[in-house]
């Protein structure tokens, strides 16, 4: 990965939609190179996929919610049954096992906090939860789905050392 794969990722994070010959103009490489460079960071799994990211107002899933979960069982199966359970809400837009005093975290998005009390029933109908906890966002300040790619040239310094 060198300067111009790390370009191609900025603009594409920033809109995956732009034209490969466009994107090839603003990197300073032709049409053919510059898609073989997304091509093979596809094939290498650096660029998982490309989507449309939504308004959550326009899609009537205004209210975000944080979802703190502790369990008293900690086996391998429970977090297989659970992950399956989780997997099975569309409400889950992020699901993560956690360190610390909670042990999994969600991101629920819903449209008011009915909807979320509905999700809630539904979930502990299908798999015991020793604690709940849920905390409404107020306002979003930031959101991003751009990673920062300054740590790559960091980690290929790194790997030129050894």
Not at 109 to 135: C, G, Q, W
Request: proline share 3%.
């Amino acid at each position: 990965m060198d300067r111009l794969d790390r370009k191609i990722l900025r603009l594409l994070q920033e809109d995956s939609t732009l034209a490969v010959a466009d994107l090839a103009k603003k990197v300073g490489l032709s049409t053919t190179p510059c898609w073989r460079r997304i091509q093979k960071m596809e094939e290498d799994g650096v660029i998982k996929r490309r989507v449309a990211i939504l308004d959550p107002e326009k899609v009537n899933t205004k209210v975000t919610v944080f979802v703190s979960i502790r369990t008293a069982t900690h086996s391998i199966e429970w977090l297989r049954r659970f992950s399956e359970v989780v997997a099975e809400f569309p409400e889950v837009v992020e699901f993560y096992r956690m360190s610390g005093d909670v042990d999994y975290l969600l991101r629920v998005v819903v449209p008011d906090i009915a909807a979320y009390d509905a999700f809630y029933k539904r979930m502990i109908a299908k798999i015991e939860i020793r604690d709940v906890s849920s905390a409404f966002a107020m306002e979003q300040i930031k959101y991003s789905t751009q990673l920062p790619l300054d740590y790559m040239i960091l980690e290929n310094a790194k790997s030129n050392e050894d």
